[in-house]
């Protein structure tokens, strides 16, 4: 393993190199992290504004008057947009990843620096673009955030669809170079700067997950990045990659020859393994916890790590599974099913080896334990309608319902949400030196794993009961007036859910400042982040580099004087 010429070795002085345009990888996770919380911030907005649409479409709110249908469809677009671009993949990946991958293989920083810092400022003129959006001539766009052509290919094809939707993908294409950039660095830093004795198979889940999610990273945003320039000249330039002979508003376009089914061949090539860069290091945030938490090795830490490693291979064979609608040939679609039924195998293997590493533990409920059972429970809850859309012939009635938006919330988004609070109350000791309350930290998360099975868990019944996707108020439809009821229960599930995480907000600055010391190893824990000091120095270990002699997850081991063997200790501890 190789160490890198370019790490830094002196702390930075002025405030600008040191906090702004800094090249730590702990305060670049940092930026990453606290532009995700102002990212999901803006999405809960835009959600709780197309509930409260839904319910009562005649409403005039403050500050953004009447909702009308195509506000709702800008809505439903920013929100998805923001919530998987600059949450979902920005903070377990950039947030967490950045400030501990180097501090779990014994490193003192990532492999390239400066491309660490241009990958967070990249994602920050990236998300400054989208917001820029709501503000032009026209709007938002309003195509959703798949982007489907030709309504995204052409400027006069609605309201929003000008500079709006030119300055959404250059968002996303921006986005796209930030990420690739990000994955370079996680892959080289993981392969090369392991600390002595640090071996693949001693290395924690999460770094593991991290690293097969860089990979994806790697493989999947280069085509999105194809696949929005593509789009911008068809939009811009007159080129027809997109677009067919068409006639809009009684018009002939001056395209020809382009086909809309190439962007969604493109668009979800990369998608479906953007929904495993989403969840992956929440997987592995959930393993870390379970086995500290429950004082026991991780049961099956090679299955687990050949299950992720799974996962990140089958997440690009699966694609096609969004577009059964299309028309695809039977054969193909059948094959599409196959691959998807078996992508379910590799997490079962997860989900059973989490259960395996709870039995029979001594279990400690503290909040980062709650959040990562709750991870599971959603991931499990959301994954159980997977294999039903997996079928052509259940997905074709169910596919433009509200069933859809039920599962991927739950098992895409939510499930990803929790990861990140799980890792927030673990970690916020080792990141500011001082322990989050846990009194609110349990009110937070029962409050908010309640009100989100409140309001994904109905969507299930709205879709099968055949409710549509998208529609923006349905108080006209006889056919669905007896779901009224239901959708006001979810909207009322959602204000009380969002206005909850400001308990966590408060919490959280509170507890940077005020909260209660912490020790530099409060959770007991045996992996290298919790052997160097509380907050860590500057090169992550203060000038030493660590040796590690033991696995991941040493817990109650017989014959040993704790119930826990740190990497770090000696090799005469006796270990699993």
Known sequence: MATSATIHSHAPQGFIRKYIFSLDHKVIGLQYYFLALVAVFVGMLLSILMRVHMIWPTAVLPLVGEIKPETYLS????????????????????????????????????AFPVLNMLSFWTTFVAFVTILAAFFVTGGAPLHGWTGYAPLSALTNSGPGEQLGADLWITSIAIFCIASLMGALNFITTTLDLRAKGMTMMRMPLTVWAWFVTAILGLLAFGVLLSAGILLLLDRNLGTSFYIPLVVVNGQVMGHRGGSPLLWQHLFWFFGHPEVYIAILPGMGVASQLLSTFSRKPIFGYKAMVYAIMAIGFLGFMVWGHHMFMSGMSPYTAFAFSLMTMAIGVPSAIKTFNWLGTIHGGRVRFQTPMLYAIGFVSLFVSGGLSGPFLAQPVLDIPLHDTAFVVGHFHLIMGVAAIFGMFAGTYYWFPKMFGRMMNETWGRIHFVITLVGTYCIFMPMHYLGMAGQPRRYSQFTELAYLKHLIPLNEFMTYAAIVTVAAQLIFVINLFWSMFKGPKASDNPWESTTLEWTTATPPPH?????RTPVVHHGPYEYSVPGAPRDYVMQTDPPTVASH
């Open 539 to 543: 090169d992550n270990f203060g000038g």
């Open 75 to 110: 809505l439903l677009t920013m929100h998805g947009t923001i919530m998987v671009f600059f949450v979902l993949t920005t903070a377990p990946q950039g947030g967490f990843g950045n400030y501990f991958l180097p501090i779990q293989i014994g490193a003192p920083d990532m």
